[in-house]
């Protein structure tokens, strides 16, 4: 598991590197996805690097986040594709890491300026924080937080598609968390919105980050209060009741998704 703290050291050939093309991983077609560039071999494959984006320590090495070019990429012995591509093939710790390094290149590529007053940033805070040099501002990295419930009505439980995507595949329901409000009002108002029912009983399961691009998932239990179905078509394009053993695609174990259904079901 990727431990979360300063590097002191400068950068060596046995530290880690994820190496990325924008948001795209790259990895090697010689060694599964699990196995984590180090930096000598990141450089056999792609010519000399900068020191990148510093993560923490893996498996007690110094671990870095880098982008590279599309041209140093060899369709022949590298693969690169977005990190949905490894959710499920590593382990939750790799994924984790992954997860960190994109939300970490993205927040410098994006802060590169202040938002105050346009100045340039540079990193303060042990690397923590980007500061304008001019107006002092600091910029932290931004998370996300989202609510998402699993609703359940006797041994039925509330699935839903989303709209726009017409893929048949229903999850549980799923909302920001809105200035001032808790995560607990975010669960009763997304529910209402989004299918028009009242819940009640709202429980916490546990959370998952979720770097698309920077989300915090905190999932819950509710149980159904009253009401009718009725979707917002902006937000929802099919949802219903379903008993264990009836429903249609739904996502895999890995996601707190597919946790909150499997944890449902075993328990009515």
Not at 201 to 225: C, E, I, K, T
């Amino acid at each position: 598991m990727l431990e979360i703290k300063p590097i002191a050291e400068p950068p060596a050939p046995e530290d880690y590197l994820l190496v990325f093309i924008g948001s795209d991983v790259v990895v090697s077609m010689q060694r599964p996805p699990e196995q984590i560039w180090l930096r000598h071999q990141a450089e056999e494959a792609f010519g000399e690097l900068e020191a990148g984006e510093p993560l923490g320590y893996w498996l007690g090495q110094p671990c870095y986040a880098l982008e590279i070019s599309l041209d140093h990429l060899n369709a022949l012995e590298h693969i690169s594709g977005g990190l949905l591509t490894l959710f499920g093939r590593v382990s939750d710790a790799v994924f984790a890491t992954y997860g960190r390094a994109l939300q970490m290149l993205s927040w410098r590529r994006d802060h590169r300026f202040c938002g105050r007053c346009g100045g340039f940033t540079q990193p303060s805070d042990a690397g923590k924080a980007l500061a304008c040099a001019a107006c002092g501002l600091s910029s932290y990295p931004r998370l996300n937080p989202c609510v998402i419930v699993a609703v359940g009505r006797g041994d039925e439980l509330l699935l839903a598609e989303a709209a726009g995507r017409a893929s048949g595949f229903h999850s549980t329901l799923a909302g920001f968390i809105e200035p001032g409000e808790t995560a607990e009002e975010a669960v009763r108002r997304e529910v209402y919105e989004e299918v028009g029912l009242s819940v009640t009983n709202v429980r916490y399961f546990h959370s998952q980050p979720w770097p698309f691009p920077s989300q915090l998932m905190l999932g819950f239990f509710a149980d159904y209060a009253g009401g009718e179905i009725v979707v917002d078509p902006e937000e929802i394009a099919h949802a219903a009741w379903y008993r264990r053993g009836e429903t249609p695609r739904v996502p895999p174990p890995a996601s707190i998704a597919g946790q909150l259904i499997t944890q449902f079901y075993a328990s009515v």
